[in-house]
């Protein structure tokens, strides 16, 4: 037989159950309290009196803690769901607080509400539970995570930015084959990579070159163990500018672990300090050479305890006071020369204020013979500034006090043999300022020594040639450069004497330029042969020039008449002897124009020409003079030019006769012109002999030939290419020449341009 519940069992059945439950009736809108339980009562820590028979928006009002609560709306949509659809309606995580019993607090409480509705026997509601379950704890421990992992975000993307902005490189490889799970810039660019080809890609897959050289064992080693690794002055093959180079790094492998411990990659950390290991071992080695420079030299060491006396010296120390090993400081001190004790002792003195001891004295060996010694060193200091020792070193310096009494005996003979010379010798130092003269220079200016050091030497020369020569002096040593010059001095007689001065750049050890070293040579009476030879050569060329004139009139006469009368054969001959006239009569030319030239007579009738005009002209009379040469034209428009036409058309003409001359197996001339910053440049470009690269300085001097088995093969004076280049310089252009010997030389000058709008 089922026992059953009496029926006041339900009651304390109701009282006693630990879920929270409120009895209401459905008398919308109070929805009036009927019946609470005990454990209702202590949830909401209110009492009987204050609910039964109440409405329970009366007793429990709008949240007081939260203006902005919908409790109300929510709780009132949850009693009306229940009644309408006779099923239970449950409202969730919403929050109602408490009062705080015997204060005017409340607790914050969170709660889930179920309304179930009871139903009569017809199935009409007649009253609903409403039953509460307290979810504070839950809600606080929701927010409390959520609050964790929000924390924990914020933790990693500190991390992060930790991670990348972190001045020695990181890196995290993860799994077996150590993929690229994360790296940082400061490693990619140690890697030499990017992190867009790193990241997700097993890390030697990426870096193939460091495969094999243990560092997978490494890895593994750490990964496996879980026993970190560090590396310090490691050498590793990194690719950089496109070459593999070895370099130094101080790293460290850690393991990576997981939230649950276990080892899922490696850490790695990793700093370059190549330069550090070069700057080490150099210092290694500037130690080891020091050391064998000390040996190499026979420089003797020493270190004197101040306070004790007691010295302590290498044996080389020793050596040099001519004792085998080393001995007491007393021992030393006997073998100084007795006339150089007091020195010695004020050295030691003054040393202990200036901090440097330094002094030179002799010693006496055991076989009596005298040395000399330089002794250098250091004295070093306590706190307090009182001196505790001295560092420093011992030279034996007897050959160097020889050498230096046979320099000054040399030196002494030197300036002897330079105060006699004849010629002026001079020195300046790098700056140009003069740091030596000799007598000869004395002589001529009649000024003493010390007036010439330190200044520049333009002083004494005549004031027309003192701008040329002091221009190419600075050019010279602006690009230490050999210096050449001829201008006039005023000697101290009142004379006028011409003198050609040339240096030669100097270098000390160190390869650093330190000045110059010259001459000064007297060519008054080579000046003046010059003078009488320009004179001679014009007198004979004006002389030759009428004559031949005359001889050539006579020829070309003498030709006509040859032909009219059929002597072909004369005609030819004579026709031949007035083509050698015409080449002396150019010779002469070309005479007449060097002495005008040297006399600064030569005459030019400057004006605005055509220079394409004129040039067609020339060209056209040029090709006439051959047939197996053609002349190639390749001009552009020019428009005027401003100078002497005639004189300018002889340079042309010189420039293309010897293109023909020097070309004889070619078979074409190129003429042409080009235009550039208001400047006209003309060239004439042969396929002939070509110049050496040796000789291209020397094509534009007076009486310069082809050398060598060439020199009978084209004959001329050497004349018309210096004549060329004055005419050039004379109308304010450039010339140059440009040459491969057996494949021709191209010849050019320029040449400024007129206005080009008139």
């Known amino acids: 037989m089922v026992k059953k519940v009496p029926e006041g069992g339900y009651k304390d059945i109701f009282n006693c159950s630990p879920a929270t439950i409120l009895v209401m009736d459905i008398d ?48 009132i949509f949850s009693f009306e769901q229940a009644i309408q659809t006779k099923k239970s309606h449950t409202m969730y995580n919403y929050r109602y607080d408490i009062p705080i019993r015997g204060t005017d607090k409340f607790e914050e409480r969170w709660w889930t509400t179920t309304n179930t509705p009871i139903l009569d026997e017809r199935g009409d509601v007649v009253y609903f539970i409403h039953s509460p379950a307290n979810v504070t704890e839950l809600i606080k421990l929701g927010e409390r995570e959520k609050a964790g ?51 997700g890609k097993p890390v030697f897959e990426v870096l193939t070159h460091a495969k094999g050289l243990g560092f997978e064992e490494l890895l593994d080693d750490v990964r496996l163990t879980g026993k970190p690794f560090r590396g310090h002055d490691l050498p590793a093959p990194i690719y950089r500018n496109g070459k593999l180079e070895t370099v ?33 071992q150099q210092l290694e080695e500037a130690e080891e050479r020091a050391r064998l420079a000390v040996d190499a030299v026979g420089l003797g060491t020493f270190d004197l305890n101040l306070l004790t006396g007691e010295m302590i010296t290498s044996k080389q120390f020793a050596n040099i006071f001519g004792y085998d090993e080393p001995v007491s400081r007393h021992e030393y001190v006997k073998v100084f020369h007795p006339a150089d004790l007091e020195s010695r002792k004020k050295a030691h003195e003054a040393a202990l204020d200036a901090g440097k001891l330094l002094y030179e004295a002799r010693v006496i060996w055991p076989d009596k013979s005298t040395h000399w010694v330089k002794v250098e060193g250091k004295v070093y200091y306590d706190t307090a500034g009182k001196a505790l020792r001295i560092l420093g070193t011992l030279l034996d310096i007897t050959g160097q006090k ?32 003069i740091t030596y003269v000799n007598q000869t220079w004395i002589d001529w200016t009649g000024m003493p020594f010390e007036a010439h050091i330190g200044t520049k030497w333009t002083g004494h020369i005549v004031e027309e040639d003192k701008e040329n020569a002091a221009e190419k002096f600075e050019n010279a040593l602006l690009n230490r450069s050999m210096y050449e010059v001829e201008f006039r001095i005023n000697h101290i007689d009142g004379t006028t004497h011409w003198c050609v001065a040339n240096g030669r750049p100097q270098y000390r050890r160190d390869g650093s330029f330190s000045g110059y070293i010259g001459a000064c040579v007297d060519i008054t009476e080579q000046k003046y042969m010059q003078q009488q030879k320009d004179d001679f050569i014009g007198i004979a060329s004006h002389e030759l020039k009428t004559p031949v004139t005359s001889l050539k009139a006579y020829t070309q006469v003498l030709e006509r008449m040859l ?10 001959m004579i026709g031949r002897m007035d083509g050698q006239l015409n080449r002396l009569t150019s010779l002469i030319g070309d005479l007449l124009d060097v002495t005008k030239i040297n006399s600064g007579k030569l005459q030019f009738n400057n004006q605005e020409f055509d220079f394409n005009t004129a040039l067609e002209d020339l060209l056209e009379d040029l090709q006439r003079t051959t047939t197996k040469h053609t002349i190639v034209k390749k001009l552009v428009p020019a428009g005027l030019i401003h100078g002497d036409k005639e004189r300018i058309g002889q340079v042309i003409t010189n420039l293309v006769t010897n293109a023909i001359k020097y070309s004889p197996h070619s078979d074409k001339i190129i003429v042409y012109t080009t235009i550039n910053d208001n400047e006209l440049t003309l060239c004439v470009q042969d396929f002939g002999i070509g110049i050496a690269k040796k000789n291209l300085n020397k094509v534009f001097e007076q009486f310069y030939r082809v050398s060598g088995e060439m020199q009978h093969t084209f004959p001329g004076l050497g004349l018309g290419l210096y004549i060329s280049s004055e005419i050039i310089k004379r109308e304010g252009g450039r010339i140059w020449v440009t040459s491969e010997e057996g494949k021709g030389s191209t010849f050019c000058f320029a040449l400024p341009i007129a206005n080009r709008n008139k």
């Open 28 to 75: 919308a809108p109070f929805y009036t309290i009927l019946d609470v339980n005990e454990a209702y009562l202590n949830a909401t820590n209110s009492t009987r009196e204050e609910l039964v028979g109440k409405s329970v928006f009366g007793a429990f009002p709008a949240n007081p803690t939260d203006e902005v609560s919908k409790n109300i709306e929510r709780t």
């Open 149 to 199: 992992v929000e924390a924990l975000k914020n933790q990693r993307k500190q991390l992060y930015s930790t991670f990348m902005q972190a001045p020695v490189g990181i890196a995290i490889f993860k799994g077996p084959d150590y993929v690229v799970e994360l790296i940082n810039p400061p490693l990619c660019e140690l890697y030499g990579q990017t992190p867009e080809g790193m990241i």
């Open 248 to 280: 130094y790094l101080d790293f460290v492998y850690e393991p990576f672990r997981e939230d649950d411990g276990s080892i899922s990659g490696v850490i790695a950390v990793a700093t370059e300090v190549t330069e550090q290991v070069y700057a080490r």
């Open 402 to 433: 020889k050498a230096k009494e046979a320099l000054a005996e040399s030196e002494q003979l030197l300036r002897s043999i330079t105060s006699a010379a004849p010629t002026t010798l001079w020195m300046s130092d790098e700056y140009g300022l």
């Open 563 to 572: 032909q009219k009368k059929g002597d072909v054969r004369e005609a030819e």
